[in-house]
């Protein structure tokens, strides 16, 4: 059974760009976590999405935003990069009702030059 | 707003040893309690999971223990090898699902 797949790998954009990063959940999953790991700092929570709705954000501007397709499969896209998103995105999949492990894939390392 | 806070920060030990990694958070209305491992630069590794009802879990040379009441859970990771050697988090489930900042081990041969 395929994991949790993320793409692109790497993305290198200029200071003011758009960038588009992706997620696959496993199958059977609903729910798709955002996450942002700047170099040497923790997970900072994005976003959360279940079921095609946005069930909760963390404390990141609105350039930050995302979807959720009728597949499961997700979108986060960052408006007007900054130096400072430069960091590796983390997206996880799980089911809704907690009782179930979360699993990662391998990211998406955002560089904005 | 759940916060999550692990202790130590860092760990350094000579193979072999047994260690603790200590996590706490304060909202225990969770509906589980997930460790992680993350080797520099990857993904995270879901090492075990407990339920909110559970109190313990283990694999392999891993326990991990929940209680939900105090707020704290413990990994407990027996006779370490330079292998173990990682980052590890911990993070809770409630309406979303938040990190601790993770324990930095290093296991020396």
């Known amino acids: 059974e395929a994991g949790v797949t993320q793409s692109p790998t790497h993305l290198i954009k200029t200071r003011g760009q758009q960038a588009t990063l992706r997620c696959s959940p496993i199958?059977?999953?609903?729910?798709v976590y955002w996450y942002q790991q700047a170099l040497g700092l923790g997970l900072q929570f994005l976003l959360w999405?279940?079921?095609?709705?946005?069930?909760n954000r963390g404390n990141f501007p609105p350039r930050f935003s995302g979807r959720q397709f009728p597949n499961y499969s997700s979108e986060l896209n960052v408006n007007a990069l900054e130096l400072e998103d430069s960091a590796l995105y983390l997206c996880?999949?799980?089911?809704?009702?907690?009782?179930?492990?979360?699993?990662f894939g391998q990211g998406t390392r955002l560089t904005v030059v | 707003k759940q916060e999550v806070t692990q202790i130590p920060a860092a760990l350094s030990v000579p193979e072999g040893e047994n260690l603790v990694l200590n996590c706490s958070f304060t909202?225990?209305?969770?509906?589980?309690l997930q460790w992680f491992r993350q080797d520099p630069g990857k993904g995270l590794t879901s090492l075990l999971l407990?339920?909110?009802?559970?109190r313990e879990q283990t694999s392999g040379r891993l326990n991990a223990s929940l209680d939900k009441s105090s707020g704290r859970s413990t990994l407990y990771i027996a006779a370490s090898q330079p292998g173990d050697s990682a980052t590890y988090l911990c993070?809770?489930?409630?309406?979303?699902?938040?990190f601790g900042a993770g324990t930095r081990l290093t296991v020396k041969p």
């Open positions: 996880a999949s799980s089911t809704p009702l907690g009782n179930t492990e979360a699993f």
């Open positions: 199958s059977g999953h609903t729910s």
């Open positions: 999405y279940d079921e095609g709705e946005e069930r």
């Open positions: 909202d225990s209305a969770i509906y589980n």
């Open positions: 407990i339920q909110s009802s559970q």
């Open positions: 993070a809770v489930r409630d309406n979303d699902m938040r």
